[in-house]
């Protein structure tokens, strides 16, 4: 019998807000849990009576409960507070409150348990039992219950108990749906206050985990990016996009992290949010990431322009002050390139504004804008491409598709 967490991370639901909360009122002894859409795309399953309906999507709230002494859990997928589908032209009038239902979705379970970081998790015992506003009713998944049953997964006793609960939930909770959504809607009311009195988001590994990464989401990239480029408009956000692409194209061929290569892309010059510097966007970028408490990101701003980690070799004007320029020296020193560091130079390096360019191409053209390019700097770049073709395996156009791809804000 599969495990499976309620904040739903086999959906990958895990990142959203999620409260897990034991109520023990007149109408509810148990535990509920409440999951927020806060965003995603909305998805939808057909039903004979109510036609399309939704079951994710931005605004849409989950309510979990699992009742004590039952061998259930009952999901109500509800559509964004005070609204539904206008599709739904059934849909019961006696419903319009402010918590309005989508579908319920109900798992009969063998029980349930919590992982280590406390994040409840219920054994599915395959059978489901799923009903609309409209009035649908439907029993899911029994051939699934049958053949674990015949493969001898679940004894005689087991297979039995499911059959029997899955009737209750019928009698229980389909016979008067209306009254249902009444005291589904009557427990999230309570949900939802302990939730506004200060009950705090549960936590999954995954939260914790990205809390503690040094950069961010790579939606939260993009936002940044977006926001910057409102403030200093210009080529640097599609070189930018296209630095991305790249880092995360060789990053997956060579064994790194394509999800951190293609943020760290995205944000090495995020210091242009602050206006048309030349160093000076180093420490900008610098500050900037490591105000928002990203230090993987910021330290990305700080050597993606020194690949021989040498201040004097920048290809640019110094216009920086004492104290942003000390800022640069101290950090460069105190840093020992890695992996990361290597990727973006070189991605910097074949990255334009209109997509991919040939590393001798680009570097001339630096060095056309600026009347040099350092020697060192130039021959260090055609080491990177060396290092990451050898590392990949295979020719650096090639991986990172030079010919097709074209940045989008999108
Ligand atoms: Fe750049």
Redesign the pocket.
Known sequence: MKHKRLNRDGWGFQYYPYYQMRIDCECFHGLACLIRFTDGEANYWATPKAGRIQVTGEGMTWLELIPDHEKRVITIKYFPDGTHDEERTNYPKSFCTKYRPSIWYVDVIEGMEYDEDGIAVFIDKYLDVIFTPEGDVKIDDRSELDQAHDAGELSDEQYADALAECDRILKELCSDIAKTNAWCGKVREIVEERIAAGEGIKKSREVLALEKRGYPTRQKAQELVREAEERNPGP?GD??RT?AHCAEQIAARSGMDAEKAYVLGLL??IGRRFGKRHLGHVSDGYSYMTSLGYPDAARICLT?SFNQKKLEAYVGNFDTTEEETNLIRTKLQETELDDYDRLIQLC?SI?GAEGVMDIIDRMSDVKRRYGDYDQEKWDANLALKDYFEKKMGMDLYEAVDKEHFRPSAK
């Open positions: 640097w070189h930018s630095a090495h010059d993606h910097d990255s």
